[in-house]
């Protein structure tokens, strides 16, 4: 055995469960949870706002299993107009990590916000480059197109990894190249903090799309228009996550650039596409265990412990 394995079965073993938006990841978390006296931590960029319940598809109900609620974390942890990051998502996750370790529990993080599940998984060393203002209000004259041109000119290698649809992200990562770093190189990987094992939820596109589609009528049905109505009159048109799908395209419906069915069909367009890209993500990570169904998540858990 390898000094570098004997060390690794040292280290406090958690488990994270991956894959598209809609494959079912949050159930067979909570199942996992009951079966191996788990608790949860969200890795979702979205669910970490408060009042944003219907379009980001924080189904609460769906932390019970038998009656018993299993106790989730990093949902509902800052207002809309707040501002949050993958650097303070890691030191969030990491205290709550630890609490479950005292408790005598098995942390399980579940999510498809890659680069949250990177900076636990991979240990991401995240320097801290303070917003620069002047930077962002220039920033606001120039289209997305522009803004991606302009970073592929700066730093190639973060169009790899980059989701160039988010405009926030986009602009966080020239804001960097500007302070005369490149984004692609800040995420430095350490050693390991944690045996992880890796599962990924393994399901049919035609399913993934036709659960998409489910999911954003009943959103629409749950009253989505009536939510981002809310938080406008609240917290105004620059509260972060009014940026995200769902809300954008309600935005629009709103401000009369499209009709209800126009903006539900945009939904659901982004949303299959914001997948394919998730999926892109996950699958360029070879420590995925890939699996299909709930038997083989507990054979391969039970093994991992």
């Known amino acids: 055995m390898s000094s570098l394995t004997k060390n690794k079965h040292k280290l406090a073993k958690i488990v994270v469960i991956v894959g598209p938006t809609a494959s079912g990841k949050t159930k067979l978390a909570v199942k996992l949870a009951q079966r ?66 005292k408790r005598g529990k098995l942390p399980i993080v579940v999510g498809g916000t890659g680069l949250y599940i990177s900076a636990i998984v991979d240990n991401y060393d995240i320097p801290k480059i303070k917003p620069d203002f002047k930077v962002r209000k220039k920033m606001t004259s120039m289209t997305l197109v522009d803004k991606v ?90 509260a972060v996550p009014l940026e995200t799908i769902g809300y954008k395209e309600m935005v629009d419906h709103l401000n009369k650039k499209t009709t209800l069915e126009q903006a539900a069909e945009l939904i659901k367009i982004h949303t299959h596409q914001f997948a394919k890209r998730q999926m892109t993500w996950f699958s360029r990570n070879k420590n995925i265990k890939w699996i299909k169904n709930y038997g083989a998540a507990e054979k391969t858990v039970k093994k991992f412990l």
């Open 36 to 101: 191996f006296n788990g608790e949860i931590i969200s890795a979702d960029s979205r669910q970490v706002y408060r009042e944003m319940d219907i379009g980001t598809g924080k189904d609460l109900k769906d932390y019970q299993q038998n009656k018993i609620t299993i106790p989730h974390h990093l949902i509902d942890v800052i207002n809309p107009n707040q501002k949050f990051n993958v650097a303070k998502y890691k030191k969030l996750a990491l205290k709550t990590i630890q609490g479950i370790l």
């Open 149 to 238: 041109k302009l970073l592929k000119k700066m730093d190639p290698a973060s169009l790899q990894f980059m989701d160039l649809k988010n405009p926030r992200r986009v602009d966080r990562a020239l804001e960097v190249c500007l302070a005369g770093y490149k984004f692609s190189e800040l995420r430095q990987k350490k050693e390991s903090i944690f045996n992880v094992l890796q599962i990924g939820i393994k399901i049919e596109r035609q399913l993934i799309k036709e659960r998409i589609n489910q999911r954003v009528d009943q959103m629409l049905k749950d009253g989505l228009v009536e939510e981002t109505k809310k938080i406008i009159k609240k917290y105004g048109l620059t």
